[in-house]
């Protein structure tokens, strides 16, 4: 049972760039989410999805697009890197709160995005 | 912005219980107290949750206020693998529930 996998792990993109990050889940959980990590700082929720074929924005969404075509995946897109978007990614995924209500969530190991 | 406040920093030598405490001045009552933690360079890990009693599984102890406005997380023996950050989160079920991570407690665990 791998649980939340995010792949690549570490990446170096040039500024105007475009590229995906993977997360795929084996837990058949309904929720996924996609956050960064600024150095010093706690997790802020870019963007969320409820189930599959949904997603809705979170706290920093601008420069990311999401896809979530299969229950399992949830795909996060920068479609024009920015060195702002400099980074450590992390995914996570969680029951629907028609299961059990109170149900943590489980995060991946990240992925370690550089724009340079 | 986080809702939760916690001490920048502590340290506890190895063997001794680790105490983390935790304000939630602002908590409401459908919002769970969630603790996670986070060892360098890993992905957040879930340690225990409660609402209103006090909580015990494998890893911690979860101590609320009857007034539910704080917590303490307690790791009953700390070990050198202990030391993390340390992050307490009021979460509401509602349609996103998703997680507001606030700066955390760095608890550093001395041999």
């Known amino acids: 049972n791998a649980g939340v996998t995010q792949t690549p792990k570490f990446r170096v993109l040039k500024t105007g760039q475009s590229m995906t990050l993977l997360c795929a889940q084996d837990?058949?959980?309904?929720?996924m989410y996609w956050y960064r990590q600024d150095p010093g700082m706690g997790l802020r929720l870019i963007h969320y999805?409820?189930?599959?074929?949904?997603?809705a924005k979170g706290e920093v969404p601008d420069g990311y697009n999401v896809s979530r075509l299969k229950k399992q995946n949830f795909l996060l897109g920068l479609e024009s890197a920015a060195p702002s978007q400099t980074s450590v990614y992390f995914c996570?995924?969680?029951?629907?709160?028609?299961?059990?209500?109170?149900?943590?969530?489980?995060f991946g190991d990240g992925t370690r995005l550089s724009i340079l | 912005d986080a809702k939760t406040t916690q001490p920048p920093s502590m340290d506890c030598a190895e063997g001794r219980a680790a105490n983390l405490p935790c304000n939630h001045s602002t908590i409401s009552g459908n919002e769970y107290v969630y603790w996670y933690r986070q060892i360098h360079s890993q992905g957040p890990q879930y340690i225990i949750h409660?609402?209103?009693n006090n909580e015990t599984n494998e890893m911690a102890s979860l101590i609320i206020t009857e007034d539910r406005k704080s917590s303490t997380l307690i790791l009953p023996h700390a070990t050198l693998r202990d030391t993390a950050v340390y992050y307490c989160i009021d979460l509401s079920l509602g349609s996103a529930r998703q997680l507001t991570f606030g700066s955390g407690t760095q608890l550093t665990v001395l041999p």
């Open positions: 837990m058949n959980h309904e929720y």
């Open positions: 999805s409820v189930g599959e074929g949904t997603t």
């Open positions: 996570a995924s969680s029951y629907h709160r028609t299961g059990p209500l109170n149900q943590p969530q489980h």
């Open positions: 409660g609402l209103k």
